[in-house]
């Protein structure tokens, strides 16, 4: 079997990147049972209740691409770019599910938020409601931790406050030990450094700001490595989806500071 590969996501007009339409998707991993793929930034993983409108889906062109079922193991928000794994049977993919569940599958994620942390490094410990489209009140509230660290401060010449001349940014690690969702974006928000992009959790002044400036709309937010235990082997495998190339726009601004 042949794996394609295709180019980064291409720009609609205004500079908002969008998944390929005809493109095949980035092959990161394949074997008997697993198979894992780089989803651009805009592609839903399968059909949504809440995005109704959408018509292309990583399920379905996966599926096609391949020539035979799959099935979702997890899941990526829309916006969010980086490995994404499908398992080729029901039996691996309920296996593999589980140990995501289970938290026994490490993540790691890039993510560039609003402002400077006030530390190098640090751990959010902080409860969810289940379903982040619903009011939380009355909600059963899950337990949920988020590990970071800052891997670079940045202050643009962007003023959307007339207090401050610049903005201040920072790019972060991100390893979430639990898997709730939204949980990297709620958590971001609840220590007050909301991801760039984020339409629901974020600031749409700054967004739209950040936008302007580096000529790219889009969620920032990549799920850069998986690694767990293959299901049936259980060799270990860890699967890495490289940054796109709009994250080198991030270290090319200018009043960046490390």
């Known amino acids: 079997m042949e794996w394609g590969i295709h180019a980064t996501a291409p720009r609609e007009q205004g500079g908002r990147q969008h998944p390929p339409m005809n493109s095949l998707l980035p092959i990161l991993h394949a074997d008997e049972q697993l198979v894992a793929i780089a989803k651009p930034a805009g592609l839903l993983v399968h059909r949504s209740a809440l995005d109704a409108r959408e018509e ?66 640090g751990s959010i410990t902080h409860a969810l409601a289940k379903d982040p489209e619903l009011p939380s009140q009355g909600q059963v509230l899950l337990e949920a931790r988020t590990d970071w660290a800052c891997l670079r401060r940045l202050e643009w010449p962007l003023q959307t406050d007339p207090r401050h001349a610049s903005s ?41 700001a950040v936008a302007a400036h580096l000529g790219l709309q889009r969620l920032w937010l990549h799920a850069l490595t998986l690694e767990l235990s293959h299901p049936i082997t259980g060799r270990p495998l860890r699967i890495e989806a490289p940054l796109g190339p709009e994250w080198g726009l991030l270290a090319n601004q200018p009043n960046c500071t490390a």
Not at 184 to 207: E, Q, S, V
Request: charged share 20%; hydrophobic share 45%; no cysteine.
């Open 56 to 121: 292309v889906f990583a399920l379905q062109l996966l599926r096609d691409q391949l020539g035979r079922h799959v099935w979702p193991v997890h899941r990526l928000d829309k916006g969010t770019s980086g490995v994404l794994l499908f398992a080729l049977d029901a039996d691996s993919a309920s296996l593999a599910a589980q140990a995501f569940e289970q938290g026994l599958v490490h993540k790691r994620y890039r993510a560039l938020v609003r402002g400077w942390p006030g530390a190098d490094a």
């Open 168 to 208: 201040r940014f920072a790019l972060l690690e991100a390893s979430p030990l639990s898997g709730r969702r939204h949980q990297i974006r709620r958590h971001f928000k609840h220590i007050a450094h909301p991801i760039i992009g984020d339409a629901t959790h974020g600031k749409g002044p700054l967004n739209r």
